[in-house]
């Protein structure tokens, strides 16, 4: 069976930058902020939209 490990936590508390000392290492990471960031510079006009489909995406596999 999958295992989902959540960070969660107040805005600004590091949950971004240390959260990955807390999982193993072979744990791949999905972090919505590093995705919206990604989509608007490649100048993506939906890209809040896409960046919650790609997001969905990363989690049904």
């Given at each position: ?5 959540i ?8 949950k ?6 807390f999982l ?15 989509f608007?510079?490649k ?19």
């Amino acid at each position: 069976m999958a295992k989902v490990y959540i960070i969660a936590g107040t805005p600004g508390v590091g949950k971004s930058t240390s959260g990955k000392f807390f999982l193993p290492p072979t744990i791949a990471i999905l972090n919505h902020d590093n995705l919206q960031l990604y989509f608007k510079q490649k100048s993506v006009i939906d890209y809040e939209e896409l960046s919650n489909l790609k997001a969905n995406e990363f989690i049904l596999r």
